[in-house]
């Protein structure tokens, strides 16, 4: 289970290392969105996870950046003729998912979509 950096992380270690964390992050999505354009859901699977790992590990594993990295990755699976894969990753946001998005945005659209194409 990885849990949030608390302020007592965070002053110990600076801020520097959670923002290092999640630029990162956001450099490996970007990368996955180019190989999704490129027709490469391998490459796209695979960094999708990482940007995870490391959205969980720097802001919670239930923030939304880890929540949309979860929607993502369970749809790049989908689309590779991985369900069995994918359903984990939608089941982890069932119930995070309404606190954190209103109805009707693209995330909850994004999930109501995966769960019917997982039925």
């Known amino acids: 289970v990885v849990e949030r950096p608390s302020l007592r992380h965070l002053a110990r270690f600076g801020s520097r290392k959670l923002h290092f964390r999640v630029e ?21 699977t695979v960094l999708l996870r990482q940007a995870l790992e490391l959205w969980e590990a720097s802001t919670g594993p239930d923030s939304h950046l880890s929540i949309e990295a979860r929607l993502e990755l369970a749809n790049a699976l989908l ?15 069932a119930e995070p998912i309404d606190g954190l998005f209103v109805s009707g945005s ?5 999930r109501d979509r995966l769960r019917q194409v997982l039925r």
């Open 24 to 44: 990162s992050a956001a450099v490996l999505r970007g990368r996955a969105c180019i190989a999704r354009q490129a027709g490469d859901i391998a490459t796209e």
């Open 106 to 110: 693209p995330q909850v659209k994004m």
């Open 79 to 93: 689309r590779a003729d991985q369900p069995d894969a994918a359903r984990p990753l939608l089941d982890a946001v």
